[in-house]
């Protein structure tokens, strides 16, 4: 019996020393940043890969990464009916060309139109909105912000773990919402199909507090590879070197990893 046991063991220790070989090495994606990584594996239920665990687990700004639980609030409030809903540009200019327009639901997201949230948030209204962030359980649920800012540099924060936390909950249909308000929401995630066929969906979000960049990219893949919620966020000791918003770096990192990782 003993020898049986010793054997056992010593397929256990190569097979685990095998598994953690194989992984990638996440830092060279993120260089100079400080970054996290997840990866969970929806038909299994786990998390296939967890990248720097204190990065994962510290609170920062959602930036636009909180669309996706204010779009469930939205729909499921009837503030926005559809994808379709469309809100008048104001004529400001914002700064963006994409923003000075008008926008439907779709192109809030895909085009991350701050002022079509500062639409929305008003027509919640502060005791809807924080009786929605307790019942996402999103983060630590502060709006004392401003109600057209909170989300921004300012008192929302939420980790990459809890953002994955929502994240599960929406893809499974579990959040305490109507299962259309859910099913829009995930509708208007909608990114692109890559040349394999495989199906991205996510958000991403972009600031710079404290005048470093900070960036996230969080959304869903599926194709045959799988189906896979991921989180990818970091923060950069400087202001970006690269001439893009942070979130659409942390989206470049994101395709880099899922490529190197066959999944994408």
Sequence with gaps: MGKRWFHFLVVILFVSFRLAAAEPDFSKFFQDKDGCFILYDLKTDKIIYHYNNARCALRVPPFSTFKP???????????????????KWDGVDHGNPV?????????????????????????????TIKDYLAKLDYGNQDISGGLTQFWLDSSLKISPDEELQFLKKLWCDKLPASSRAMELTKKIMYLETSPSGVI?????????????????FVGHIQGNTGEYLFIVNYSENNPAKEKSYPGMIAKNILKKILEELKLY
């Design 69 to 87: 639980a204010l779009a469930v609030m939205a729909f499921d409030k009837g503030v926005l009916k559809d994808e379709n809903t469309v809100y």
């Design 99 to 127: 923003w000075n327009r008008d926008a439907s639901a779709t192109d809030w997201i895909k085009n991350s139109v701050v002022w079509y949230s500062q639409r929305i948030t008003p027509q919640l209204g502060p005791a």
């Design 200 to 216: 991205l969906s996510g958000k991403t979000g972009s600031g710079a507090p404290k005048k470093n960049a900070l960036g996230w």
